[in-house]
């Protein structure tokens, strides 16, 4: 939360302090505190929160010029994996794969959508994300809250401008940090916020595919969900219903009969 608020201190509070509570025992409870705002719920401005937004990731800069972040950072209770890479590509790849795994521990393989997940890590990513990273174009890192749903922004109470909270920050593609409005879910959802920012900051290269970009970014929040609710979960349906669409448009199988005859084998 130093890091966003040194980026943005007009969008996120200042963090105060944290340490652990000493009269607890089990199990180990720890604090924040934060700069108090009056806050008033309900969705935040589009137009206010997308500039807001695009202004402090241009703020940030990554100190290795790479992905991830220097110590662990979490989605909730849930670890993710931060560990710093050069490359956006593989970061995701092995981000996505980290969410997946934990999505697998909680709820089990689902054959179906194991096969779907095996394209994507296979084809799916090297086409749509890898795109990002060839013929001359590069993706720029910078700091993402990570978990920006609604119930993570309030509006002042005062002014109505947006404050954004509880991160699970890392340096990532910007477009990153639309995926978790992406899910279905969330009320952030709705295609003006995307678009608000998107006028704020330009979409990569190639820009025709962002919004499929962000449609595949969302896998990772809703594996995560997924997996915080064994068995009562529909994201992970949404998932690979998504997943499909993706493929079938980017990395379709050679055949209908090979996907038939993988599935078929488990």
């Known amino acids: 939360m130093a890091e966003l ?9 200042r963090p105060i302090g944290w340490g652990n509570l000493t009269m607890t025992t089990a199990p180990i409870t720890f604090f924040i505190v934060v700069e108090f705002k009056e806050l008033v719920s309900g969705l935040p401005d589009p137009v206010k929160l997308g500039a807001r937004l695009a202004d402090m990731h241009r703020n940030t800069e990554s100190p290795q ?3 991830g972040f220097h110590i662990q950072t979490y989605d909730g209770a849930r670890i993710q994996d931060v560990t710093p890479q050069e490359k ?26 194991e096969v779907v997940y095996n394209r994507v890590q296979s084809h799916l990513i090297p086409r749509l994300i890898g795109a990002l990273e060839e013929d001359g174009r590069s993706v720029t ?3 993402i809250h990570g978990d920006l749903w609604d119930g993570n922004v309030c509006n002042d109470a005062e002014t109505g401008g ?3 909270f509880d991160c699970a920050t890392y340096y990532a593609h910007n477009e990153m940090e639309l995926g978790t409005w992406r899910a279905e879910r969330h009320q952030l959802k709705a295609d003006v916020y995307r678009r608000e920012y998107i006028r ?9 595919e962002w919004d499929d970009r962000i449609l595949l970014y969302s896998a990772k929040t809703n594996f995560m969900f997924s997996a915080c609710y064994p068995g ?3 994201s992970r349906e949404v998932v690979l219903n998504d997943m ?12 209908e009969s090979e996907v038939q005859s993988q599935l078929s084998q488990l």
Not at 98 to 113: H, I, K, M, S, T
Request: negative net charge.
């Open 200 to 208: 704020n900051y330009e979409a990569n290269e190639l820009k025709n």
């Open 244 to 255: 499909l669409y993706l493929i079938h448009k980017y990395a379709p199988w050679e055949e």
């Open 232 to 234: 009562g979960a529909p």
């Open 162 to 164: 947006p404050w954004i």
């Open 88 to 113: 956006w590509t593989p970061f995701f790849a092995r981000l996505l794969a980290e969410a997946y795994r934990q999505d697998v521990e909680a709820n089990g393989v689902w054959p179906e959508l």
């Open 65 to 67: 010029s790479g992905f």
């Open 5 to 13: 608020h040194r980026a943005a201190p007009y969008l996120v509070p």
């Open 141 to 143: 890192p910078v700091l």
